[in-house]
């Protein structure tokens, strides 16, 4: 059997213009995360990514750590998250002019969320009008691909960076669960955490979700982060 490291990146840059870019948080917390792994002795056979900037920066942070370790990194764009933005102007579309595709920025974190898990369960349910860049069905589809891509790969510890949706998908496809269950994950899968699998390349299971024991230190609670 496999081993697979499913990485949230770092925390992004929340209310700024270009949301895709490591914060300084979200950069100690991935090289936090390198020194965890290099203390536990893993060795990656390859790094899996998505093409967004803030994937890039997190590997890069967490393999700095691990005393500059040298290994394959492939970019997969089925990685990716969803366009947040794009869904809330879709749903603006529908006369709640609230959640247009500018709410980031102006809104506070508990807001923003409670928007996102409603949006996205309008999303699940096809019930959001306009040009989407992409259907949950699809996005259902791209995330599978992406899995059985890295189970097909035949590498024995592989490491992967992607964000909370994918994340999110990827774990409710594995367990079986009904939509509105990778709804509920996104909403509690924190910036830097590990999930763990185990895999073949007909099958995989879930052995931990959403951990950090990178942060497990009373001096770096304030490193705990959801955006």
Same mark, same amino acid.
């Given at each position: 059997?496999?081993?697979?490291?499913?990485?949230?990146?770092?925390?992004?840059?929340?209310?700024?213009?270009?949301?895709?870019?490591?914060?300084?948080?979200?950069?100690?917390?991935?090289?936090?995360?390198?020194?965890?792994?290099?203390?536990?002795?893993?060795?990656?056979?390859?790094?899996?990514?998505?093409?967004?900037? #803030?994937? =890039?920066?997190?590997?890069? &942070? @967490?393999?700095?750590?691990? %005393?500059?370790?040298?290994?394959? *990194?492939?970019?997969?764009?089925?990685?990716?998250?969803?366009?947040?933005?794009?869904?809330?102007?879709?749903?603006?579309?529908?006369?709640?002019?609230?959640?247009?595709?500018?709410?980031?920025?102006?809104?506070?974190?508990?807001?923003?969320?409670?928007?996102?898990?409603?949006?996205?369960?309008?999303?699940?349910?096809?019930?959001?009008?306009?040009?989407?860049?992409?259907?949950?069905?699809?996005?259902?589809? #791209?995330? =599978?691909?992406?899995?059985? &891509? @890295?189970?097909?790969?035949? %590498?024995?510890?592989?490491?992967? *960076?992607?964000?909370?949706?994918?994340?999110?998908?990827?774990?409710?496809?594995?367990?079986?669960?009904?939509?509105?269950?990778?709804?509920?994950?996104?909403?509690?899968?924190?910036?830097?955490?590990?999930?763990?699998?185990?895999?073949?390349?007909?099958?995989?299971?879930?052995?931990?979700?959403?951990?950090?024991?990178?942060?497990?230190?009373?001096?770096?609670?304030?490193?705990?982060?959801?955006?």
């Amino acid at each position: 059997m496999a081993e697979l490291y499913l990485v949230r990146h770092g925390q992004a840059s929340f209310g700024a213009e270009n949301y895709d870019e490591l914060s300084p948080s979200g950069r100690t917390q991935s090289r936090w995360l390198g020194e965890y792994f290099a203390q536990q002795a893993l060795e990656f056979d390859c790094v899996v990514i998505g093409t967004m900037r #803030r994937h =890039e920066q997190t590997a890069d &942070a @967490i393999l700095w750590a691990m %005393r500059g370790l040298r290994i394959d *990194v492939v970019q997969d764009a089925d990685l990716n998250e969803y366009d947040f933005r794009a869904l809330f102007a879709a749903r603006g579309e529908c006369g709640e002019k609230e959640f247009a595709s500018g709410i980031a920025p102006e809104s506070s974190p508990k807001h923003f969320y409670k928007v996102l898990k409603q949006t996205l369960q309008l999303w699940s349910e096809d019930r959001l009008p306009g040009d989407l860049p992409e259907s949950w069905a699809q996005f259902q589809t #791209r995330v =599978e691909r992406a899995r059985h &891509a @890295i189970q097909r790969m035949g %590498r024995k510890r592989v490491l992967v *960076v992607s964000s909370g949706g994918p994340i999110s998908v990827f774990t409710q496809q594995i367990l079986q669960a009904p939509a509105a269950a990778s709804i509920a994950l996104n909403m509690q899968i924190r910036n830097s955490s590990v999930s763990h699998y185990v895999c073949n390349e007909q099958a995989m299971s879930l052995v931990s979700f959403n951990a950090l024991p990178h942060l497990d230190h009373a001096d770096r609670r304030e490193f705990v982060t959801y955006g």
